[in-house]
T-cell receptor
Framework: DAMVIQNPRYQVTQFGKPVTLSCSQT?????MYWYQQKSSQAPKLLFH???????NEADTPDNFQSRRPNTSFCFLDIRSPGLGDAAMYLC????????????????FGPGTRLTVT | AQTVTQSQPEMSVQEAETVTLSCTYD???????LFWYKQPPSRQMILVIR??????QNATENRFSVNFQKAAKSFSLKISDSQLGDTAMYFC???????????????FGQGTILTVHP
């Protein structure tokens, strides 16, 4: 089945130690998104790519960066994780083509739960 | 900027009964999409139902239906014949369709935790 895959599912890192989260998709979607979701809160968009075009949300900290080397993969890099960065990180994709209803639908991966010690 | 408000932090329902989750939104956009997403405990978020703002007909997906009131900026979700597997956090979400772009920032409500009791 076509899907959005995130690795690892659980990640523990130390305060200040760089960490990379991975997302891959078999949907061949043009758009990939990274969200941060803290406990019992709504997801918050960090940034997204349309193909290789990168779009950063204005309030995304500089500590967060992303790479999309090809259509299938997207990475979230946290350069110096702080305790406040502990959260679930969700990757999502959407087709982003002609303005048809399902082109807008975002498909989410299972998330990576990041713990900062 | 858009805002999405879910005024019910928690709801509960007995199995086989019907429950309605509320959502209101505020926007100056005329063309947009509304979604309900379901996030079960420790499981991934999945799309439940989608509504295009230009469509007057309310969307329906099996046991899930919406009551979309554009003038009132209201978008409620009705779950009929509730099942134990419906227990989850439900998020209402808004996506503007600005200039025909087909991607963009989902604005989520705060979520409603729904518990279905046997």
């Amino acid at each position: 089945d076509a899907m959005v895959i995130q690795n690892p599912r659980y990640q523990v890192t130390q305060f200040g130690k760089p960490v990379t989260l991975s997302c891959s998709q078999t949907l061949n979607h043009n758009v990939m998104y990274w969200y941060q979701q803290k406990s019992s809160q709504a997801p918050k968009l960090l940034f997204h790519y349309y193909d290789k075009d990168f779009n950063n949300e204005a309030d995304t900290p500089d500590n967060f960066q992303s790479r999309r080397p090809n259509t299938s993969f997207c990475f979230l890099d946290i350069r110096s994780p702080g305790l406040g960065d502990a959260a679930m990180y969700l990757c999502a994709t959407s087709r982003g083509l002609a303005p048809e209803g399902d082109a807008y639908e975002q498909y989410f991966g299972p998330g990576t739960r990041l713990t900062v010690t | 900027a858009q805002t999405v408000t879910q005024s019910q932090p928690e709801m509960s329902v007995q199995e086989a009964e019907t429950v309605t989750l509320s959502c209101t939104y505020d926007t100056s956009e005329s063309n947009y999409y509304l979604f309900w997403y379901k996030q079960p405990p420790s499981r991934q978020m999945i799309l439940v139902i989608r509504q295009e703002a230009y469509k007057q007909q309310n969307a329906t997906e099996n046991r899930f239906s919406v009551n979309f009131q554009k003038a009132a900026k209201s978008f409620s979700l009705k779950i009929s014949d509730s099942q134990l597997g419906d227990t989850a956090m439900y998020f209402c979400a808004f996506l503007p369709n600005a200039g025909g772009t087909s991607y963009g920032k989902l604005t989520f409500g705060q979520g409603t935790i729904l518990t279905v009791h046997p």
